[in-house]
Each structure stands twice: as structure tokens, then as C-alpha cells.
């Protein structure tokens, strides 16, 4: 058993941050299977139901999220190590409350990213990677992940590395264009200490980490939000924002549809004669 979570874990298709949540929630699930005298190969439907339940029934409780990723990791381990044959078909995660996505206006990104701008060369950098997430909805990991090469100024495109090796193509918006040439030209080589192919460096020269991403705006993903949020009020549709999001499942980007709906209606009430 422990030598299969070990493979599990050791995938390359897991990112870093799902590879240390899931570490816990696999071992969490060996430990439960081994107190019942179960094998991994002992695994079924009963199984997966009746831990399913123990997890429900955990005090302090667990939010339904937690349950769902603990879920989530034991049956992306029982495919990994026993087939998809043998993943359930029933989820049995708990409904989660629906949480709509806290998306800064416009206004407040604008004063966001003009707050990264400083002296120096740092300064330039940070505003080039802010400007960057929010032109083109970016992950934070998918922000540091990102090489030289990734950027395409001609063809205005970035080549994102997205969750599980998926790879995307992002247009590049004019302001963070701007921006990133300037950081390319007049700041990055100050931070250069040696064959680096990381496109945003830190003052040491090295790839810069997400750590960092999260001090210069300690909310990322509400930039994310925001680019999805403002695209659709501009009236781009649910299915191109599934793309340039990177999500493999519409249902995951129809979390955005209430401000679709929002705009629809004032589609209507602008058009209809009987609005």
C-alpha cells in the first residue's frame, strides 16, 4: 500500500500544492483501510461509502470542501493504482454551499496594480506580473511557471502550463505588453545572475515563487476572478471563458453565469418593448 501512495504522489500529473493536500488525504485513507483490516485491493463501493460517512461524522466537523478533496484524493489514487474501472461512479461528496466568486472591480484592480509599481527594478517587475496575471487570468503558479519563450509578442500570445500538464494559449492584453517589455528591457537584466530561463526573477536572480506573487498582492486569485468577471460583462460567453481559464469542465466556470445573468438583463431591459 505505502509503496503505491508513494507512486501516486510522485506523479508528475499532480501540481506541488495538490501533491502535499493529498499526501495527507491518502495516508489519512491507508490508515482507515488498515484499521478495518482492508487492502487497497479490498476497495469497492462499500468501502468508499462507508468512508465517505466517517468523514462526515468527524469532530471538530470538516467543511464539505475538505470532504470533497479527501474524496477527491482517494479516488484519484484508487485510479492511479487499481484502474478507472474500479473508481466509483458515485461521488458521495456532501453538497457544497454555493460561494459566488468576490471579484475587485475595475477600479480596484487599477489601483492594485498601480500600487506594485515602485523604483528599481523589482518595481518594474511587479508591475509586469500583476498587469500579466489579470490580462490573462492566471494562476499564481501558472504566473511563475511561465519561461521566457512563453511570451509571444508578436503573435500577442502566452503560453500557459496549467493543472495537470494541460497547456493553454492566453492572448496577451496591450497594457501588460507594455508593461512586460519594459520589465524585459530595462529590469530584468539587472536581476539576471546566469542562465535563469524563468521569466520573472527574483532579486537573487532565481525563479520567482508564489510566495512572493502572494506578498505583492495578497489576494491573487481575486485577480483571476477578475478577469473572468470583467470578460463576461464585456459579453464574452461562458465557453470561451472555460478556455482561456483553463478548466476542464464548463460546469466549473458556470460559477461566473450570475454575472452573465446579471448581464443578460440589462440586455433584455435595454431591448425588449415589454421589459
Not at 61 to 79: D, E, G, M, S, Y
Not at 145 to 151: C, F, H, I, S, T
Amino acid at each position: 500500500m505505502d509503496d503505491r501512495v508513494a507512486r501516486f504522489l510522485e506523479s508528475p500529473a499532480l501540481s506541488d500544492s495538490t501533491r502535499r493536500a493529498y499526501g495527507v488525504d491518502v495516508r489519512q485513507f491507508s490508515s482507515w483501510l488498515s484499521s478495518r483490516g482492508l487492502r487497497l485491493d479490498d476497495f469497492d463501493v462499500r468501502a468508499f461509502a462507508e468512508y465517505a460517512a466517517e468523514l462526515g461524522r468527524r469532530r471538530p466537523k470538516l467543511a464539505p470542501a475538505t470532504i470533497a478533496r479527501k474524496l477527491a484524493a482517494v479516488r484519484a489514487l484508487v485510479r492511479f493504482a487499481l484502474g478507472p474501472e474500479r473508481v466509483p461512479d458515485t461521488s458521495f461528496a456532501p453538497k457544497r454551499p454555493r460561494r459566488l466568486p468576490e471579484a475587485p472591480k475595475l477600479e480596484e484592480v487599477d489601483s492594485a496594480l498601480a500600487g506594485l509599481e515602485q523604483d528599481g527594478p523589482l518595481g518594474l517587475r511587479n508591475r509586469a506580473l500583476g498587469e500579466l496575471v489579470y490580462s490573462a487570468g492566471l494562476r499564481s503558479r501558472e504566473a511563475v511557471d511561465l519561461n521566457l519563450g512563453d511570451v509571444d509578442f508578436e503573435q500577442e500570445l502566452v503560453h500557459v502550463r496549467g493543472k495537470g500538464g494541460k497547456e493553454r494559449m492566453v492572448p496577451l492584453g496591450e497594457e501588460a505588453a507594455h508593461w512586460l517589455a519594459r520589465y524585459l528591457h530595462q529590469a530584468r537584466p539587472d536581476l539576471a545572475r546566469g542562465a535563469e530561463n524563468a521569466l520573472f526573477l527574483s532579486a537573487r536572480g532565481r525563479r520567482l515563487d508564489t510566495s512572493t506573487l502572494r506578498r505583492l498582492l495578497p489576494h491573487p486569485h481575486r485577480m483571476r476572478h477578475a478577469f473572468a468577471t470583467h470578460l463576461l460583462e464585456g459579453g464574452a460567453d461562458l465557453r470561451t471563458i472555460q478556455e482561456l481559464l483553463g478548466h476542464s469542465s464548463l460546469s466549473t466556470t458556470q460559477i461566473y453565469s450570475h454575472v452573465d445573468g446579471r448581464r443578460l438583463r440589462r440586455v433584455y431591459d435595454r431591448s425588449h418593448p415589454r421589459s
